[in-house]
């Protein structure tokens, strides 16, 4: 029976496509064993969890003054691990978590399957790129890779696509009788949009009922107010939750822009500048041409964004088109294609 390693974490963006990745994975050959190995952030764990899966939690070494000596301790781990599970293969789904497992499988020599999200990689897969087998793109790139380079897309969790607007309606307890937007800053969130939330309220809930996924810790409008509904995070109700929605604003992670595309919805994009390469600025750019959403800086944020909003909420016809548009960035058979490159590496009869 093959064992295969998946390895990625630091945030549900790279959690969730990975977990997508591994049941197409089974699916395909049920002889396959999974095992995880995934970063001490608790939101990875916990995600984890609820999907059934039983993680290996690893520090990881982020760049810092201590980061020679955090890394030379989850090496040595990484290599007591792989020397006790055996893996055929390694799937690396990125983090700063993947750098000592993925060095040590290097080392060994198992074959390394990486998968990048975003249009530019941050530091960890572009590391992680010099040792890979293969790199599977969720973006086409114009960059050279010594590995063998596959074009996939992004994979979406099972069923995330599949939600019914009833169930949403009943989970919020919104009307349905006015456009929905969701909002949105990945499973972290981002306190930039829940604070233009708190300042814009009464003006947003004069064209829209709202849906506001906050992140954990972090605060949306206190108390129970009409047309408003809100919680910090939604594991398998997302589905419902987007069926649910007219448009969104988000930010511009991949994994994010996966799901809004897999589901239709007319997007505004608020990057987050700066992160990883700028790589959320290097997303929206490139997923705002295909049309199905505007990307808005968010210094522009208070000339701007809530005329924006107002214009999406107030044309049905503007949103079917954008919905249309944005769908055209799915890749419903990314699992299964990253599934297939990582099976390649199987023994036969595996």
Request: hydrophobic share 45%.
């Amino acid at each position: 029976m093959a064992l295969l390693l998946f390895v990625g974490g630091g945030s549900i963006g790279h959690i969730a496509p990975a977990v997508a990745v591994a049941r197409a994975l089974t699916n395909l050959n049920p002889l396959s064993t999974i095992h995880f190995v995934c970063s001490r952030n608790g939101e990875d764990e916990t995600f984890l969890m609820k999907e059934g899966i039983h993680p290996t939690c690893l520090d990881a070494p982020r760049l810092s003054l201590r980061f020679p000596w955090r890394f030379f301790h989850a090496y040595r781990r990484s290599l007591v691990l792989l020397e006790t599970l055996h893996p055929q293969a390694i799937f690396s789904k990125g983090g700063y978590v993947s750098l000592p497992v993925c060095f040590a499988a290097h080392s060994m020599g198992i074959p390394i399957v990486l998968h990048e999200s975003d249009v530019v990689s941050g530091y960890a897969n572009w590391l992680v790129g010099h040792w890979a087998t293969d790199i599977c793109l969720g973006f086409p790139d114009a960059a050279k890779h010594k590995a063998q380079v596959h074009i996939t897309g992004n994979p979406i969790r099972p069923g995330v696509d599949a939600g019914k607007r009833a169930d949403g309606l009943l989970l919020t307890g919104l009307s349905g009788n006015r456009p929905i937007l969701l909002i949105m800053g990945g499973s972290q969130g981002a306190e930039t949009l829940n604070a233009f939330v708190r300042t814009h309220f009464n003006e947003l809930l004069t064209f829209c009922d709202i849906i506001h996924l906050t992140g954990h810790g972090k605060a949306g409008v206190q108390g129970q107010r009409s047309g408003y509904w809100t919680r910090a995070f939604a594991h398998e109700e997302i589905r419902h939750l987007y069926a649910a929605s007219a448009f969104s604003l988000s930010r511009a992670g991949a994994s994010a822009i996966a799901e809004l595309s897999a589901n239709g919805i007319p997007s505004v994009l608020v990057p987050l500048r700066g992160a990883a390469h700028d790589h959320q600025y290097a997303n929206a750019l490139k997923a705002e041409g295909s049309g199905g959403c505007t990307v808005i800086q968010q210094r522009d944020m208070e000339k701007v964004l809530l005329p924006t909003l107002r214009s999406l909420a107030q044309d049905s016809v503007l949103r079917q088109t954008m919905g249309v548009k944005m769908r055209s960035l799915s890749h419903p058979d990314a699992a299964l294609q990253i599934a297939k490159v990582i099976a390649r590496h199987l023994a036969p009869g595996e």
